[in-house]
């Protein structure tokens, strides 16, 4: 298993670790239940990485679907600048809209009962 | 002491199964504690999970046979299992070699778990339901063994020089001995009668090879069978071109399991009847 980010190279230098590829396993607790990140393995390739995934995130039972990944299929964005940017964005926030939602609406139910309250 | 599902075996059948079940539980039990020795060696941390975790499985696959057993004997399944002397002992000679290197081990569970996977076939369709229950669930389990092991047995075979020699190496000194897993068992007439067993073994046998010939051939690795004419308009059985293994293939056993028995049974041994 190894840890670091996705880019850390699974293997440098010479021996048998230079066949390996990083897979990431997502598994599913339940039927119908999110795909869950459930940690990496090494593995020369997909078909022994599915026998490995099974073994260290299914054998007891504790999964009832794997999804096993090669770490190079993952496309990496972390940018600060497409994540984070820096500008005012609570304006795409949903509690921009939530914020005073109450007040408006009693304000609005009252202008609506006023009139139809005085005529009655 | 009977078990109701067997009140239907007449004496010497239930004697027949008591020895067929006793011979698959030693044979899962011996695999199990040889493939466990690759705990924290394996050639990877993955495959060392991996491998531990299917040695583990047949341990519980002999567990759950000895326990079948049990219901047959009224012995515990413990004693069963630890409480025999090295000669008691019924695994096929394929499981009496030490663990080897790494592609002796690869070679011994492939010609293990394919010779099984036909035995059990043979019962999952028994009239004996207790082991026909239990087989469907074995059988579930080996497929993902075996598609494990034939993922090796590619690998090695293709791996370049080294991996291919010493798998070859290893194929060429087993076959004989793997053999011996279907080898016809004792009272086999009154099994197949009884429909305790749905095959015989000479049939597993032959479904067996030809199984693994595409494949040993698309591999190159030695397959040492040769078609034998049975005559006109039928087919032509595989036969070994080496002698045929004798009948001693599950009773006489070697320095290797010796050793092992030394092993396996120690903990039983220094305290009998102890309960955990």
Same mark, same amino acid.
């Not at chain 2, 059948?13 to 011996?30: C, F």
């Not at chain 2, 051939?217 to 045929?244: C, I, K, Y």
């Given at each position: 298993?190894?840890?670091?980010?996705?880019?850390?190279?699974?293997?440098?230098?010479?021996?048998?670790?230079?066949?390996?590829?990083?897979?990431?396993?997502?598994?599913?607790?339940?039927?119908?239940?999110?795909?869950?990140?459930?940690?990496?393995?090494?593995?020369?390739?997909?078909?022994?990485?599915?026998?490995?995934?099974?073994?260290?995130?299914?054998?007891?039972?504790?999964?009832?679907?794997?999804?096993?990944?090669?770490?190079?299929?993952?496309?990496?964005?972390?940018?600060?600048?497409?994540?984070?940017?820096?500008?005012?964005?609570?304006?795409?926030?949903?509690?921009?809209?939530?914020?005073?939602?109450?007040?408006?609406?009693?304000?609005?139910?009252?202008?609506?009962?006023?009139?139809?309250?005085?005529?009655? | 002491?009977?078990? #109701?599902?067997?009140?239907?075996?007449?004496?010497?059948?239930?004697?027949?199964?008591?020895?067929?079940?006793?011979?698959?539980?030693?044979?899962?039990?011996?695999?199990?504690?040889?493939?466990?020795?690759?705990?924290?060696?394996?050639?990877?941390?993955?495959?060392?999970?991996?491998?531990?975790?299917?040695?583990?499985?047949?341990?519980?696959?002999?567990?759950?046979?000895?326990?079948?057993?049990?219901?047959?004997?009224?012995?515990?399944?413990?004693?069963?299992?630890?409480?025999?002397?090295?000669?008691?002992?019924?695994?096929?000679?394929?499981?009496?070699?030490?663990?080897?290197?790494?592609?002796?081990?690869?070679?011994?569970?492939?010609?293990?778990?394919?010779?099984?996977?036909?035995?059990?076939?043979?019962? @999952?369709?028994?009239?004996?339901?207790?082991? @026909?229950?239990?087989?469907?669930?074995?059988?579930?389990?080996?497929?993902?063994?075996?598609?494990?092991?034939?993922?090796?047995?590619?690998?090695?075979?293709?791996?370049?020089?080294?991996?291919?020699?010493?798998?070859?190496?290893?194929?060429?000194?087993?076959?004989?001995?793997?053999?011996?897993?279907? @080898?016809?068992?004792?009272?086999?007439?009154?099994?197949?009668?009884?429909?305790?067993?749905?095959?015989?073994?000479?049939?597993?046998?032959?479904?067996?090879?030809?199984?693994?010939?595409?494949?040993?051939?698309?591999?190159?690795?030695?397959?040492?069978?040769?078609?034998?004419?049975?005559?006109?308009?039928? #087919?032509?059985?595989?036969? #070994?071109?080496?002698?045929?293994?004798?009948?001693?293939?599950?009773?006489?056993?070697?320095?290797?399991?010796?050793?092992?028995?030394?092993?396996?049974?120690?903990?039983?041994?220094?305290?009998?009847?102890?309960?955990?």
């Amino acid at each position: 298993m190894s840890a670091g980010g996705p880019g850390t190279q699974a293997a440098a230098g010479g021996g048998p670790q230079e066949h390996l590829e990083v897979f990431e396993v997502f598994r599913q607790e339940k039927e119908g239940g999110p795909m869950v990140h459930g940690g990496n393995l090494l593995a020369p390739d997909g078909e022994l990485a599915a026998h490995y995934a099974r073994e260290l995130y299914g054998r007891r039972q504790e999964s009832v679907r794997l999804w096993v990944v090669p770490r190079s299929a993952i496309r990496d964005v972390d940018d600060p600048d497409l994540l984070q940017p820096p500008m005012d964005r609570s304006f795409k926030k949903p509690v921009g809209y939530s914020a005073g939602i109450k007040q408006k609406l009693a304000q609005a139910r009252e202008r609506a009962a006023g009139p139809e309250a005085d005529g009655a | 002491m009977s078990a #109701p599902d067997a009140a239907g075996l007449d004496d010497a059948t239930r004697a027949a199964l008591a020895e067929l079940l006793l011979s698959m539980a030693d044979d899962e039990l011996v695999l199990g504690y040889w493939d466990s020795e690759w705990t924290g060696i394996a050639p990877l941390l993955e495959e060392d999970v991996a491998f531990s975790s299917l040695a583990q499985d047949e341990i519980g696959h002999a567990q759950a046979l000895y326990e079948l057993l049990a219901g047959l004997t009224g012995e515990p399944a413990d004693t069963i299992a630890y409480g025999r002397e090295v000669g008691g002992y019924r695994q096929a000679a394929l499981l009496d070699h030490a663990r080897g290197d790494w592609a002796f081990s690869i070679a011994r569970r492939f010609l293990y778990d394919t010779a099984d996977a036909v035995r059990l076939d043979a019962l @999952a369709g028994s009239s004996y339901a207790p082991l @026909a229950g239990l087989v469907t669930k074995m059988r579930r389990e080996e497929r993902y063994h075996l598609a494990h092991m034939h993922a090796w047995m590619v690998r090695l075979a293709r791996g370049g020089d080294e991996p291919r020699r010493r798998l070859a190496a290893a194929c060429e000194l087993l076959w004989p001995d793997a053999l011996t897993v279907l @080898a016809p068992p004792t009272g086999e007439r009154r099994l197949l009668d009884a429909g305790v067993l749905t095959g015989s073994f000479a049939a597993c046998r032959q479904r067996w090879l030809e199984e693994l010939a595409p494949l040993f051939e698309d591999l190159g690795l030695p397959f040492p069978f040769r078609r034998v004419d049975a005559g006109p308009g039928q #087919p032509s059985p595989l036969e #070994p071109t080496f002698p045929e293994p004798g009948p001693e293939g599950r009773t006489e056993h070697n320095d290797d399991f010796r050793w092992l028995w030394g092993e396996l049974t120690s903990v039983y041994r220094s305290e009998p009847g102890a309960t955990w």
